[in-house]
């Protein structure tokens, strides 16, 4: 029986943040999936199996916000918000 290893889905257009935050969680055993844009995000959660998404807000094709409305009328998958916006109203 093979382990399962969590598949973490990290949304974020900035290069630098992206590259950080999925080598930190390869470094912890996670596997480290990325998209750089709304669309690509909304993509990637229907043709593959993450666990959970690190959802950026401010990208540059849809709002982080959009995202969250499409993905979650078809699935149940963990977002966990990760934004420089300062609203938490935004983050909520």
């Known amino acids: 029986m093979e382990d ?3 598949a973490v889905l990290v949304v974020e257009d900035d290069d630098a943040v ?3 935050v999925s080598t930190a969680l390869t470094s912890h055993g996670y596997v480290g999936l990325t998209a750089t844009t709304g669309e690509e995000a909304v993509q990637s ?3 593959s199996a993450q666990d959970i998404v690190l959802l950026d807000l401010g990208l540059p ?3 982080g916000v959009d995202v969250i409305r499409k993905v979650s009328t078809w699935t149940q998958v963990p977002i966990i918000v990760l934004s420089a916006r300062t609203d938490d109203l935004d983050k909520i």
């Open 61 to 63: 094709d849809i709002d």
């Open 45 to 47: 959660v229907a043709s």
């Open 4 to 6: 399962h290893k969590t």
């Open 18 to 20: 992206r590259n950080l």
